[in-house]
């Protein structure tokens, strides 16, 4: 078993100084986010063409980045102050960062305890699995579009599907279940492989979700036309088995993205989350933080508030904690995508934090 060092406490402003006071984090619409997305770095090891270009991307300066100190801070103000119950820590690649299972941690380590979760493509995850499961991470997605090598290069331009097969194994293996697959079916490429990844994944013992492609690219190329829908993908995997909606998966969907389908005669399901054809943001619970200190009220936002800056120049608590309320409370009713004046955010998916 492995032992992680003593996590060194983080020393913050005298709570008598700045009494705590809880305010939720509700919009015009009623919505109350309590699931914070927080993005560790914006860079990444692969290069996968629906996300940025194969040069890569110019990355945020290294002084720009929030310190491990600035994001606890954060997120404790999060959790304390604004009913946040859910961290989920995203990238750019977060296994990238050297100290997360230091981060998940001092993160278990807060009054009250988040639920912790990791979003990944996976490369590295097979040395580290354990270390952050014992850290304390409860949930784990990781992204895999394939299961041929040949066709994962293509994707990703770079030849590493059987780290991320072997990142899988090892979360199954630490217990961080269930093992959620995200998949992104791409027309032409590897739309054939929708029935395939199903039965892997059934085989595997992990929990496989579809989701529609969606307007984030660094290249600002998405088409709708091109993109594999919702439906389509359910037709292509009942080609196969007979997929069967829970009333019991639907009533406990909530806030969750992923429409649920049981495999008719197993226990197995798969998720098909229809970011585009059929949004859920009526029941979005999720505010973001970049790597920047950057605070998004919406993956699709235009706009973003600085929460770096006050971070850095002595704000209490309780003021970053009122901005925050701000910022959510204008939240838009929904990501507009089939708004004819959509546009895409200027920030790719890697700099924005999944």
Sequence with gaps: MTTLLP??????????????????????????????????????????????????????????LLSDEEIIRLIRIGVSRLGITMVRLTGGEPLLRPDLEWLVAAI???DPA??????????????????????????????????????????????RLADVLAGVEASVAAGLTPVKINSVLLRGVNDHEAYPLLEWAMRTGVQLRFIEQMPLDAQHAWKRSEMVTADEIR????????????????????S??????????????VGIIASVTRPFCGACDRVRLTADGQL???????????????????ASDSEIADQWVRVVAIKRPGHG??????????RPMSAIGG
């Design 7 to 64: 996590i060194p406490r983080i020393r913050f402003a005298d709570p008598a100084a700045d009494p705590v006071t809880q305010q939720p984090l509700q919009d015009a619409y009623g919505r109350v986010a309590t699931d914070l997305r927080v993005s560790l770095t914006d860079r990444c090891n692969l290069r996968c063409q629906y996300c940025m270009p194969a040069e890569g991307l110019d990355w945020l300066p290294r002084a720009d």
């Design 108 to 110: 278990a380590d807060l």
């Design 114 to 159: 988040p639920t912790i979760a990791l979003t990944t493509n996976g490369i590295g995850l097979a040395k580290r699995a354990r270390r952050l499961a014992d850290a304390g991470l409860a949930r784990i997605n990781i992204s895999l579009d394939t299961l041929d090598p040949q066709t994962f290069k293509q994707i990703t331009r770079r030849p």
């Design 235 to 254: 037709a292509r995997l009942s080609e196969q088995v007979r997929l069967v909606e829970d009333p019991i998966d639907r009533q406990r969907r909530g």
């Design 256 to 269: 969750a993205p992923a429409e649920l389908f049981r495999v008719q005669g197993t226990e197995h399901a």
């Design 296 to 314: 998004r009220n919406c993956l699709f936002a235009r706009t973003e508030s600085d929460l770096r800056a006050p971070l850095r120049s002595g």
């Design 337 to 346: 995508i089939d708004d004819p004046s959509f546009l895409q955010p200027d």
